[in-house]
């Protein structure tokens, strides 16, 4: 479970969530949560804060969500921007990252006749007095 954050966490998120920090520096947004900038910085490394800062930025940024996701189209077709495509096709679930793998077994895989083979190798190998073939 994760452990609570202060008042003056949350404050500290509050700011730290705006774009750009709302024209503040990390000097700046200590000074106004009250905090030592050193503290700040050590919220920073903590990985709760993180999360919490994490979350507050993707509820603050959703409701635009869909005008990020019609300028899209726009940045594509004037910036030849083969990225945003990607990643338009990806939202729209038109592009996945699928791995078709082809195997000549024919399924039913059989344990004893691959241990046979196995054995088979090893009485070879110590026939050639532990020199593999290419030697």
Known sequence: ???????????????????????????????????????LRRWRNDDDFNAELK??????????LPEVMASIPDHIITDGNAAMFRTLLQAHGLLTEKHEVETKDSGSTDIASIR????????????????????
């Not at 709302?22 to 700046?28: A, D, I, L, N, Q």
């Not at 979350?55 to 635009?64: A, E, G, L, P, S």
């Not at 046979?116 to 030697?135: L, S």
């Open 1 to 39: 479970m994760a452990k609570q954050l202060s008042d003056l966490q949350y404050a500290a998120i509050a700011l730290l969530a705006m774009p750009q920090r709302g024209g503040r520096t990390y000097p700046e947004v200590a000074a106004e949560v009250g905090v030592d900038e050193r503290t």
């Open 55 to 64: 979350r507050k930025i993707m509820n603050d940024t959703t409701d635009r």
């Open 116 to 135: 046979d083979k196995i054995a088979q190798y090893k009485d070879e190998d110590n026939e050639d007095g532990g020199q593999g073939a290419d030697e």
